[in-house]
């Protein structure tokens, strides 16, 4: 099997490249964030204090996290419950984030992780893939950008579906996650040591795509 690891910060456009290059590839996008989101979730929807820690590491196999690909599509399951379309908003993202840094949740996330990968080739994106989950993945890229444009991208997105959403809030949440993403004792994000670096500023979403493809076809080409 062949894995890719896309690590990097909020916003760095990790999904929305991973999602082109798994078509190109013909390989599976799994996304891992939404894992955390799912957990987020859980504890925001069933009004359980997640920033209590004892709380969180008790009621945490409470949560029955699972998913399925429906076309190339990953729908999250949270008790039986189809979540999918609910874990995109501001609040649960900031409750992933605070979730992610404790260490009983991230190895309760981690099997699920590690399994993908066995099964079939895949695109993981992610904050640890390359340095925790898949350290020997094929290809490591950590892909990343100015915090000012990756705020922008992602107001325009969110802009979208909340009308009245402004730039000097989305920059702040950012600014949070990234903090939190990479101040956290455990998993921190940090490139891998072997991955490549590729800083998205300046370059349009073909330009980067272009780029990544590459750079995984010079690695993978034979393996396949
Ligand atoms: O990629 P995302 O924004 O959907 O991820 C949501 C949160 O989950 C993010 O703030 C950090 C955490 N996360 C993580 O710690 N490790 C991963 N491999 C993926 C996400």
Redesign the pocket.
Known sequence: MISIAIDGP?GAG??TVAKILSKELGFIYF???????ALGYYFVNNKIDYTNVHLLVNNLNKADITFKFVGNEQRMILCGEDITDSIRSNQI?MA??RI?AIPEA?EYLLNA?REMATKSNVIM?????GTV?LPYANVKIFLTADVRVRAWRRFRQLRQKDIGIRYIDVLKQVKE?DK??TEREI?PLVPAKDAIIVNTTMLTLNRTINKLIKIVRKRIDGKK
């Open positions: 909020a990790k999904s996304d891992t964030g939404a894992l955390y989101r993202s992933a984030s992610s991230r992780q994106d992610g904050r640890d893939i989950v996650r939190n993403d998993s």
